[in-house]
């Protein structure tokens, strides 16, 4: 089984920033694609950036131009650079990554646990 351990969040000001860290174990194989998400409370959760294998990104208009989306494959971590936060940006974050496992190359779909981004005004 492929778990995600997410880690990064916290509370900064206005104009200030961080960095999510999404680290995947277990079997494997290959990363398709991987999105963050964010959900504020009474929101719907929503696709902030993604990349998939050949490198490509996309960004949600409201991010575009202040976070970036990279990944490590070597380590198979995901990374989540945040700049210039505006309150706006308020909520859960979440990694999801999809590939398959090694050896049986079984489909996955995983999630982080999510990390709690706070931009105070």
């Known amino acids: 089984q492929v778990q995600l351990v997410e880690s990064g969040g916290g509370l900064v000001q206005a104009g200030g920033s961080l960095r999510l860290s999404c680290a995947a174990s277990g079997s494997i194989g290959s990363i398709n694609v991987v999105g963050w998400y964010r959900q504020a409370p009474g929101k719907q959760r929503e696709l902030v950036a993604a990349?998939?294998?050949?490198?490509?990104?996309n960004y949600v208009d409201s991010v575009k131009g202040r976070f970036t989306i990279s990944r490590d494959s070597a380590k198979n971590t995901v990374y989540l650079q945040m700049d210039a936060l505006k309150p706006e940006d308020t909520a859960v974050y979440y990694c999801?990554?999809?590939?398959?496992?090694?050896?049986?190359?079984?489909?996955?779909?995983?999630w982080g646990q999510g990390t709690q981004v706070t931009v105070s005004s």
């Open positions: 990349i998939v294998s050949g490198g490509d990104t």
């Open positions: 999801n990554i999809q590939g398959h496992t090694k050896f049986l190359r079984r489909p996955f779909d995983s």
